[in-house]
């Protein structure tokens, strides 16, 4: 079993910038792609952006430019830093986890629990 434990999110303006970050522990050796998902009320989950270990990533086109995702594979530890905040950004933000082997766009084994972003306009 692998745990995500996520920090950051939380309201801003539009235009503003957000840094979420996800820890993760347990059987580390057996996921390959970290990532983050979102959901907004009355939307389904959508992937936002993942990133593999070896540093390969795959960005939502509605974030594409905006979002930036990293990871420390030492630390087990992803983040994604979101600037230029739009309204529509507002979602329930995921961290995600793939055991190795599934590609990026895969359905994700593994979530934590979500934390707010709120972009107000």
């Known amino acids: 079993q692998v745990q995500l434990v996520v920090s950051g999110g939380g309201l801003v303006q539009a235009g503003g910038s957000l840094r979420l970050s996800c820890a993760a522990s347990?059987?580390?050796?057996?996921?390959?792609?970290m990532g983050w998902y979102r959901q907004a009320p009355g939307n389904q989950r959508e992937l936002v952006a993942t990133?593999?270990?070896?540093?390969?990533?795959n960005y939502a086109d509605s974030v594409k430019g905006r979002f930036t995702i990293s990871r420390d594979n030492v630390k087990n530890t992803v983040w994604l830093q979101m600037n230029s905040l739009k309204p529509e950004d507002t979602a329930v933000y995921y961290c995600v986890a793939l055991r190795a082997g599934r590609p990026q766009t895969h359905t994700p084994d593994y979530w934590g629990q979500g934390t707010q972003v709120t972009v107000s306009s």
């Open positions: 347990g059987s580390i050796f057996s996921i390959n792609v």
């Open positions: 990133i593999t270990s070896g540093g390969s990533t």
